[in-house]
């Protein structure tokens, strides 16, 4: 409760480390039947490897509440700004793949 006001409202503080974010292009989600993890990863061309960059652990139901908000801000992207193409996602959705991966890789096992 120490994060609470005397309004009854959240306050959420932003430290300077966290507020410069860290930059990824490619996140692997793994879940069991108690939590979703989503690891995100920096992938750079012409390097063999490439560490996590963050992880964040959410409940299923937090998970599909960040869902919906990321469907929910995508749609609000497109309508101010245009439609944002995915190239390739096209033939990996005929294929049956739902993964976009960086700079052509194959899909991974996690």
Do not use: C
């Not at 503080?13 to 410069?20: Q, S």
């Not at 992880?55 to 937090?62: D, N, T």
């Not at 990996?92 to 052509?104: D, E, I, K, L, S």
């Amino acid at each position: 409760m120490a994060n609470k006001n005397n309004d009854n409202q959240l306050k959420i503080e932003l430290t300077p480390d966290v507020a410069e974010g860290t930059y990824a292009n490619l996140a692997i989600i793994t879940h069991s039947s108690a939590e979703m993890v989503l690891d995100f990863v920096r992938v750079l061309p012409g390097i063999a490897t490439a560490n996590v960059k963050s992880r964040i652990v959410l409940a299923p139901e937090h998970a599909k509440r960040l869902l919906f908000a990321l469907q929910d801000n995508v749609m609000k992207y497109e309508a101010a700004f245009g439609p944002i193409n995915l190239p390739g996602m096209e033939q990996q959705q005929q294929q049956g793949g739902r993964t976009a991966t960086p700079f052509g890789m194959p899909e991974g096992d996690a």
